[in-house]
């Protein structure tokens, strides 16, 4: 087998394999692990948001642990999650005069416009997403650009972490793409649906397929007689 | 030791260019099923001895836990923090979102309580899309129809029938929250819906957000419930009991916070489970690809309060699940691969089976190849090919486009999916089965409703791709009303843990072992022992 | 003979913005001396030993003969009067600028003669409005002197002498951010080298001091090295502002020899700990040093005798603890300011600080579990050096020589055995 990599995790010497991620050798180590885990691997839940200082490097970066892979001499501490003192409160209807867009976006994220361009952001977001410019974008009415930034967005709040100004920039982002879908998004197929359905037009007649006619369900193995 | 064909090898037998042809060997349906399905073998199941399901068949796994002591005593009760609200929702997934908003939206006081963070869940892993029947070529009938047939005409048809009704009304909904859907033209106004194909359907029924539906939904849903003005979250405060009146009706539940490291007891009128499913017990020994929190403890806490069970022996098992490299193993690879066009090829070379079958035959087809010899072999990973060649490089945009999960995965393989296909192994995915309910979410038990994967009945033994999701927002934003609705009835009394007294005598009758506690609350790589934690 | 207050809050010097009555109380002879041999400017300080007292301690002609000896492309040369002054439980420039601004500007104007510099900026914190009001009056009075034309005359160009206001930010005092504040950006921190002496604002050669170190150069100017160095005790030169606060009976703005003892200084001078609780220990400068404790009430409290103590003087002030008061709380408090302060370019000290933070929350309010401490100790061994300026590294001692010097306060029964898995 591989030779086993060791690395340092909340204070935890762990040896583990070199083909896992930090989030692997971490649950593999025995320490408790209720917090700061999720998906485990898929990368899309953003809880086990970490800081990792590289052997030998002096810069601490900010990832993911399910999807970093351990190396030797690493030294990662997880970031905790908690539940924001301020969020930006909003009401998507408040917003159905689309025309106030502009000025929704400055009453909601007043704070958007005093971004001090730190790009603290976009180097703590662990899926390389240019955040700075999504906020940029944002406060500059570019609806669309802004919300192709913040499309793959994980919402693991690093950014909201990172920002100095406390703008929040996920979401923002995901304010704007809320937005754009409550407002523009019509599909004419899903309209024409909904009004055969409120009609009775379309319904289900749940006698069909006759039972007799149904196939018959494949055959399961007796019961087991012991545990 | 079964033998498999080593990998380098499988690679040589793939053909350049030309359609791998097709193995004339299939097997009838329930042929396949019976003999390769998990869920049809002899380990699969044993009889429930106590319970409302007494008699019932079960996975022996999950009767362990459904049969199994309560976690806390009476004693531990003294000094937990009283809460009182109209409505707590138990799991802070799609589901438990949807119900925690609609019930707030209806003027009910709510406390959402999650295990992790609201968000953990299923939900925001789910790849492919959700299912509504909006396309002219297709109706709700076929969607009905669909949905039955793939269950094995096992499902609770006025349910099925509710659901796909629900369908277009719940697409509708999440636009109004503000989740967006693809469409299948580049036009403001007048545009229809993107529709892709899925395994076990007659029509493309498939609504999605690129392939990371379940994020953009789960994302706009938890925004939703940080947002709306009446709901409390309460993270990292797994459930641990159900509160009980003395009519057996539900009266709340008991949370452990892992913060304060102590127990909170809220009292609700109505409480709505939505903890989802137990791929986190790797059924026989199978990976998942489920979240880690999928224990299973939803199940155990409606069980030992008396609520009626469905189908607790059956289970899906995703076809295609990673099986190499290991440390990616059970991580889903989604149905859009095969819903775009991937084919699935054994260590021959040869496709083995149509790619858009239902979940349950696929697997069992794929379990077959590798019984049978046919399977690929890498360092000590078995598994068939997925191979998503022609797809991309037909359209080499795929990856930046419809499929950027599967691309984000190929990179954590270590592949580049225009040269080489993935090696897939079929992955614990739901749980068919759960708790019954009827329309509206409620179990058998008085002031207790489920919602999403804890519940059963929908999907009879096999779920169909985007069903799930649809399930989720249908029956949460029904359970979410209904619990509303309980608002202004009779006060909430006290509520206690009688029922666990009465269930422990039942233990102790049938000679059950006193020493199992359940719920899980994480899995056992979790290495977390309440007991421990809570005398620390 | 009375120690207290000799120089700088000497009460003959406490007057505003009156240059009249600052010349008729001996002010203005130490730019004349100046003027008189530019050249030994810099050799004096350097006999005097003065120190840059913002914190840093380190020699001050030092910095001089740098901004002095390098070239200017563009012919312009910067002195930077630093009064951004924001950290908790230091309170002395503010004091400076209100009552003794000339004192200031003629430390900055001399340093204009030692360097050649022709824009003297006086870069003070908008909160202390009283302060920035005087300087500016102050500054008004010094134009079209005879002494300014002297200075004009030597450097051959106008000189330019203008009050900016900081940010207002903690880490718009940091020496790099006075350069980017002054460019008119954000108050980033930049990393080092350039030097500001070499190359700092617009590329031009800038001498940043602090308040407290340029409002020493007259008199040092004007009495002598030998005089400036017999004031301090022991090896120790000069006198220094002590920002006394926390738990003593009279805390205050203390002027006293440089090396004074912490003992003094709390016993004699700040009247005792308050209803005299027994001495806990003492948070220094920034608040970002290594805690002193009972072991080091004797400490002379001057640059080098702290730095052998592992701490550091810093600004020079001491918030003193006292039983009573918890430990971990206030390093709470300090490491949210500091969560607040960072500029954000990096994520690891916001990220850091908020990790830092919770993991104190949660030991102060008694939730913490078995792996917290060790955790905390991880977040001391990753985090130094990680940023660009030394605000995480501040922050990160003030925590590891807390956990360290009191870990009976962080429920730990021993300083920290090597680490077990």
């Known amino acids: 087998m591989s030779e086993t990599v060791h690395l340092t995790i909340d204070g935890r010497e762990i040896a583990a394999d070199p083909t896992v991620s930090i989030l692997q050798a971490y649950a593999q180590s025995g320490a408790e692990l209720t917090a700061n885990v999720g998906c485990m691997g898929q990368g899309v839940c953003g809880s086990c948001r970490c800081m990792v200082r590289k052997d030998g490097e002096r810069q601490v970066s900010t990832l993911l642990a399910c999807e970093t892979r351990v190396e030797p001499g690493m030294q990662v501490s997880f970031i905790d999650y908690f539940l924001p003192a301020h969020v930006h409160h909003y009401d998507l209807k408040d917003l159905h005069d689309s025309w106030g867009m502009l000025d929704q976006i400055r009453a909601v994220f007043p704070e958007a416009e005093h971004c001090r361009h730190c790009s603290g952001c976009d180097r703590a977001c662990p899926k390389g997403l240019p955040v700075q410019s999504g906020v940029a974008f944002s406060v500059a009415g570019d609806i669309a650009a802004a919300a192709a930034v913040f499309d793959q967005c994980v919402m693991c709040n690093l950014c909201t972490l990172a920002c100095p100004e406390n703008i929040r920039p996920n979401h923002l982002g995901l304010f704007v793409r809320r937005s754009v879908a409550a407002l523009t998004l019509r599909p004419i197929d899903l309209m024409r649906r909904l009004r055969e359905v409120a009609s009775g037009e379309m319904s289900v007649n749940v006698t069909l397929p006759r039972v007799e006619t149904a196939t018959a369900a494949p055959r399961l193995a007796a019961p087991a007689q012991d545990r | ?536 | 003979m009375n120690t207290l207050n000799q120089v700088l809050l000497n009460p003959a010097f406490q007057l505003g913005a009156d240059l009249d009555g600052w010349r008729a109380a001996g002010g203005g002879q130490g730019l004349d001396a100046a003027l008189a041999d530019p050249g030994a400017i810099i050799a004096t300080l350097e006999a005097a030993d003065l120190r840059g007292m913002g914190g840093a301690g380190f020699p001050t002609h030092r910095k001089w003969a740098a901004a002095a000896a390098a070239p200017a492309p563009d012919g312009d040369k910067y002195v930077v009067c630093n009064g951004n002054e924001d950290e908790p439980g230091t309170f002395k420039d503010r004091h400076l600028l209100r009552w003794t601004p000339h004192q200031v500007i003629e430390g900055a104007l001399i340093a204009a003669v030692a360097i050649r510099a022709n824009r003297v900026v006086l870069y003070i914190n908008p909160h202390q409005a009283e302060g920035r009001a005087q300087m500016r009056r102050a500054a008004q009075q010094w134009a079209g002197t005879e002494a300014v034309r002297r200075i004009e005359r030597l450097i051959g160009k106008p000189l330019e002498i203008a009050v900016v206001a900081t940010s207002g930010r903690y880490i718009g005092g940091e020496e790099t951010a006075v350069i980017s504040s002054l460019e008119g950006g954000f108050p980033f921190p930049r990393r080092k080298p350039p030097f500001p002496a070499e190359s700092g604002c617009h590329g031009a050669p800038t001498l940043i001091n602090n308040t407290e170190t340029l409002a020493n150069v007259p008199h040092i100017l004007h009495h002598g090295a030998a005089w400036y160095r017999g004031l301090g005790v022991g090896d120790a030169a000069g006198t220094k502002l002590y920002s006394l606060s926390g738990d003593v009976l009279l805390p205050g703005l203390y002027e006293l020899p440089m090396g004074t003892s912490l003992h003094d200084l709390i016993f004699v001078h700040g009247g005792g700990m308050l209803e005299g609780k027994a001495f806990k220990g003492v948070f220094t400068g920034g608040p970002s040093n290594t805690l002193l404790t009972a072991r080091d009430l004797d400490v002379a409290l001057d640059f080098d005798s702290v730095r052998l103590r592992r701490s550091r003087l810093g600004t020079g002030a001491m918030i003193v603890i006292s039983e009573g008061t918890s430990i971990v709380r206030k390093v709470a408090e300090y490491i949210e300011f500091f969560a607040n302060g960072s500029c954000g370019q990096c994520p690891s000290c916001k990220a850091g600080t908020f990790q830092m933070a919770r993991l104190l929350d949660r030991v102060d309010s008694g939730r913490a579990g078995p792996g917290d401490i060790a955790a905390l100790r991880n977040l001391c061994r990753i985090l130094p050096g990680s940023g660009r300026c030394g605000l995480i590294d501040g922050a990160v001692t003030v925590v590891e020589s807390s956990l360290h010097t009191f870990p009976a306060e962080y429920g730990v029964a021993e300083p920290a055995p090597a680490e077990t898995a």
């Open chain 2, 1 to 536: 030791m079964t033998s498999m064909i080593s990998h380098a090898q499988a690679l040589q037998a793939l053909r350049p260019g030309a359609d791998a042809p097709m193995r004339a060997d299939g097997l009838a349906v329930n042929d396949l099923l019976e003999r390769f399905h998990p869920d049809y073998g002899a380990k699969a199941r044993v009889s429930l001895r106590i319970g409302a399901n007494a008699g019932a068949p079960c996975h022996p796994a999950l009767a362990g836990l459904l049969e199994s002591n309560a976690l806390i005593d009476d004693l531990d009760l003294a000094g937990a923090e009283p809460l009182a609200t109209d409505v707590l929702v138990i799991g802070g997934g799609g589901a438990g979102a949807a119900a925690a908003v609609t019930a707030a939206m209806r003027g009910a006081r709510v406390i959402i309580a999650t295990k992790l963070r609201i968000g953990d869940s299923n939900t925001v892993m789910a790849e492919g899309g959700i299912q509504a029947a909006v396309g002219a070529d297709d109706s709700l009938q076929r969607h009905y129809e669909d949905t039955l047939r793939g269950g094995h005409n096992e499902g609770d048809r006025a349910l099925i029938a509710q659901m796909v009704s629900d369908a277009p009304e719940v697409i509708r909904w999440l636009i109004d929250l503000g989740m967006a859907f693809d469409l299948a033209e580049d036009k403001a106004l007048g545009s229809t819906l993107l529709r892709k194909k899925a395994g076990g359907t007659t029509a493309s029924r498939i609504l999605c957000h690129r392939d990371f539906t379940g994020l953009e939904m789960m994302r706009v849903l938890r925004e939703a419930v940080e947002l709306q003005r009446g709901i409390e979250q309460l993270n990292r405060c797994p459930a641990v009991e159900l509160l009980s009146h003395d009519d057996g009706s539900c009266a709340g539940a008991i949370l452990y916070d892992l913060e304060r490291r102590s127990f909170v007891l809220v009292r609700a009128r109505a409480v709505v489970l939505a903890t989802g499913g137990s791929g986190r017990l790797h059924l026989q020994g199978f990976p998942t690809s489920n979240h880690y929190g999928a224990t299973a403890d939803g199940l155990v806490l409606a069980y030992r309060l008396g609520a009626r069970m469905c189908d607790l022996d059956s289970f899906q098992y995703h076809p295609t699940g990673v099986a190499h490299p290991r440390h990616l193993a059970g991580g889903l690879i989604s149905e859009s691969a095969r819903s775009a066009g991937a084919h699935l090829l054994n260590g021959l070379g040869e496709r083995f089976v149509d790619e858009l079958k239902p979940r349950d035959v696929v697997a069992a087809a794929i379990l077959r190849e590798c019984a049978e010899g046919r399977g690929i072999a890498r360092d000590g990973q078995t598994g068939v090919f997925l191979d998503a060649r022609a797809l991309v490089a037909a359209d080499p945009d795929i990856l930046e486009t419809r499929l950027v999960s599967l691309g984000h995965l190929a990179a954590k393989c270590g592949l580049d999916p225009r040269q080489e296909p993935f090696l897939v192994y079929p992955t614990l995915h739901y749980q068919n089965g759960g708790v019954m309910i009827d329309g509206d979410g409620a179990t058998s038990v008085p002031g207790l409703l489920c919602a999403g994967e804890v519940s059963g009945g929908i999907h009879g033994r096999n779920r169909l791709m985007g069903n799930a999701l649809l399930d989720i927002i249908s029956f949460g934003r029904r359970a979410g009303t209904r619990a509303a609705e309980s608002l202004g009835q009779r006060q909430a009394g006290r509520g206690g843990i009688n029922h666990v007294h009465r269930w422990r005598r039942a233990l102790a009758q049938a000679e059950l072992p006193a020493d199992v506690r359940a719920p899980l609350l994480y899995p056992s790589y979790g290495n977390f022992h309440l007991r421990r934690t809570a005398a620390a």
